[in-house]
């Protein structure tokens, strides 16, 4: 289970499954770089990663902006060397009726949760594939959803952004693969994290509040703990898709 000797990079950090992953990723050895746009958070966890033992950069970035991301890459290049286990996780999730046509939702879900992962991976592969050409392990995890699976009422953009995510992981793979680059999806069921706290529709908070009182959600380092075995697995092993439900959810 070691990755002692791995360059990690894990988009929103600052929070949530990010966070959680990022302090598995460091606590199993891996030099991890956390990337988000609270600079207040990610200096924290840099902070408790590093009295733990571990290593830990703080860089603040939006990916929505490959500006940024390009020269957090470079930054990270700098200070680690190549990066060779990129985790793109960061992601929003902004529910309502489809009717409301709350186009500034759908666009910032659309630009995060699929163009945003495009930036990362534009970013991040150069080095991903130069990490493979020498012989290092190498891992393109992205964080998806099990709404890319599923369909049921509000969610209609964001569950699009997950399955889009989940489609372009799989087709990468027939690509990277053969490159030695590892592309997995990892496709988590309801986390408690801060996701829904960013939800105002009525009827989705409702069905949120229902959900917490009827089964017990997974926890962020459940879902960090899938991350850092797909990681982890011989560099021929690629858990290509991997779906986490609480047990009691159906
Ligand atoms: N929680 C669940 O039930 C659940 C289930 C399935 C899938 N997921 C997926 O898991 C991933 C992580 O979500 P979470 O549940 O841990 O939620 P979270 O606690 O809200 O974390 C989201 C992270 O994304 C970052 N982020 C948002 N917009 C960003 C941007 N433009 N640039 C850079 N970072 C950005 C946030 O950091 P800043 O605000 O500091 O930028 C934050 O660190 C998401 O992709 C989500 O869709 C979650």
Redesign the pocket.
Known sequence: MSLDHRIAVV?????????ATARLLAARGAKVAL????LD??DALAQEIKSAGGEALAVA????DPATLAAAAGRIGATYGTTDLVVS?????LPSAIQARNTADWRREV???VS?VLNVVDAFLPGLLDAAGAGRPADLIT?????SHVVFPYMAV?NAT?AAVSHLSRTMRTELGPQGVRVSVV????????????VTDEGVNAWVAQAREAFA??D?HD?AEVVAFTASRPAHVNLSQVVVYPTRQT
């Open positions: 988009t929103g950090a600052s929070s949530g499954i990010g966070a990337l988000a746009r609270r958070r990610l970035a939006d990916i929505t996780n960061a992601g929003v999730m630009d995060v949760n945003g964080m998806s959803s099990m709404t964001y997950k496709e988590p069921a309801m986390t408690a994290t801060e996701l829904q706290g960013h959600w997974l962020p879902v």
